[in-house]
């Protein structure tokens, strides 16, 4: 379901590729999970850094953006983001919600860590750097989803209130992108004990320290929910931090996961 792309070739800008689901496009649905590369953000965001939270130069980040949305279709206008706070707040996003954080910090939708939408034109975007990603997708109706869901979100049930906000979960497919994987989420048990009570034992896994796996915790989530099409990615942040933005690798900066509706 999954399918790497490369950016279109610029001088001024790092070679990089993004992660598609050509499945989608012909309901015109266009998504792009990003990674670190394909930008113009010197060290130490190099280099499609897409967050103004990061402390990188907003210029950039705003050039970033539009270089990731260009290969979506999407207009840098129709950027609209949440200020995540790793809640489980969700907004169906309008006109009047449109182009919310693509701007400036200042302008993201407060405590905000999920986004849809069935208005064409709107890029939902949620920034990533171990976090899971997840696309929710009703392609016949033409509804879509991004959700920010670390283990406070999880636990708070972040995926499960986007499901609700959406309605008719059977129709949804869910994508989950890259993110840490259970190979190398080590917690303790202020992390494991709420992972466990909200999402099951089938979350944790013991290799010698105490791990988490999100992935599982992910699935059990929009099982729980009756979303029954799920894809995984099984692409680990952490395990590549010379592809992807990784906080437990250091990294301030952000990817992200883009998605918008062609217009009819």
């Not at 670390?150 to 890259?178: H, Q, Y």
């Amino acid at each position: 379901m999954f399918a790497w792309r490369a950016f279109p070739a610029r001088g001024d800008a790092s070679p990089g590729a993004y992660l598609a689901v050509p499945a989608l496009e012909s309901a015109g649905i266009r998504i792009a999970f990003t990674t670190r590369h394909g930008g113009f953000s010197g060290d130490p965001f190099s280099s499609l850094n897409l967050s103004f939270f990061s402390g990188d130069d907003p210029d950039v980040v705003m050039a970033n953006r539009a270089r990731a949305m260009a290969v979506i279709g999407g207009d840098p206008a129709s950027w609209t983001s949440g200020r995540q706070v790793h809640g489980a707040e969700t907004v169906r996003v309008d006109g009047e919600r449109k182009g919310a954080g693509a701007d400036s910090p200042e302008t993201t939708l407060p405590g905000i860590d999920a986004l849809w939408t069935d208005e064409p034109g709107v890029v939902l975007a949620v920034l990533i750097a171990d976090c899971v990603p997840v696309l929710l997708v009703d392609p016949a109706a033409r509804r879509i989803a991004t959700v920010h869901a670390g283990w406070r979100g999880m636990t708070s049930g972040v995926i499960e209130a986007t499901v609700r906000a959406m309605g008719a979960p059977d129709a949804l497919m869910a994508f989950i992108g890259p993110s840490i994987g259970p190979c190398c989420y080590e917690v303790g048990d202020d992390v494991a004990e709420p992972a466990r009570a909200a999402l099951g034992p089938d979350v944790e896994r013991r290799n010698g320290t105490m791990r988490v796996d999100l992935w599982g915790g992910a699935r059990i989530a929009l099982r729980r929910a009756g979303v029954a099409s799920i894809h995984l990615s099984a692409l680990c942040t952490r395990c590549e931090p010379h592809r992807f933005f990784s906080h437990r690798a250091g990294h301030a900066a952000r990817q992200g996961l883009l998605a918008t509706i062609d217009a009819a």
